[in-house]
C-alpha cells in the first residue's frame, strides 16, 4: 500500500513540473499548426475526387498528439501505460491517396515538435512543407499533369467534324487551361472528352452555348471534388 501511494506521490510531482501555462501555449500553437494543415490539405488536394477530407480531423489528432507526448515526458511507467492503451485502437477505414499520410505525419511531428517546446523547430518545418507544396502544385501545372475536372460532349460524328474547333474555343472560354483528352466514334455518335482547370462562368451557360453552337446530343461536367466551382 504505501509503495502505490509513493508512486502516485511521484507521478504527482513530476506532473507539477510542468507548467500549465506552457501546457496550454503548446496545446494552442497546437492547434495552430494543426489547422494550417488543414488549410494546405484544402488548398493542394481537396480537389481530388478519391480525397476522404481527412483534414477534419486534423485539430483533435495534433492537439491529442501533444498532450499524449506532454504526459509521456512526465513519467516513463505512464508512458507505458499510455502506449498499452493506444494498442487496442484500430483504423480500419483505408488511407485513400499517398497525400494524406504526408499530411498526417506533418500534423504528427508538427504536434511532437509542440510537446518538446521547439517552437523554432516549427516554423521550419512549416516553411519548408509550404515551398514543397507550392513547388509541386507549380510543377504540376506547368506539365499539366493536374486537372480540376472533365467534360464531355457527345454528338453527331458529322457535326462534331464541323464543329469542333469551335466546341474546343468554347470549352477554353470557360476554362483557364483546357485540352482534348480523348476523342472516340461510335455507331454515328462522337465523344469529345475535355480535361480543365480552373473552371469559370456557370455549368448551365457553357451547356447552353454548346447547344447554341452545335446540335450536341449531351454535355456532362464532371468535377475532381465536390463543389469543385471556384
Known sequence: MFDQLQKIKDVQDLTARIDPWLFGIAILVSLG??????????RFYERRGTGSQINRAFPLLGISITALFICIQVSLPLSLGLLGALSIIRFRTPVKEPEEVGFIMLVIAASIICATF???????????????????????RVSRSGRDGIILVTLGEAEAQQRQKEIEECVGRHARRSFVE?????????????????????VAD???????????????????RPGGLS
Open 182 to 202: 480523348s476523342a472516340v466514334s461510335q455507331e454515328g455518335l462522337a465523344s469529345l472528352q475535355f480535361s480543365f482547370t480552373d473552371f469559370q462562368g456557370g
Open 118 to 140: 521547439n517552437f523554432q523547430f516549427l516554423l521550419f518545418l512549416y516553411l519548408v512543407a509550404v515551398a514543397a507544396l507550392f513547388g509541386i502544385s507549380r510543377v504540376r
Open 206 to 224: 457553357l451547356q447552353a452555348e454548346l447547344k447554341r453552337l452545335a446540335q450536341v446530343n449531351s454535355v456532362q461536367i464532371f468535377f475532381n
Open 33 to 42: 499548426a494543426s489547422l494550417a494543415a488543414s488549410w494546405l490539405y484544402t
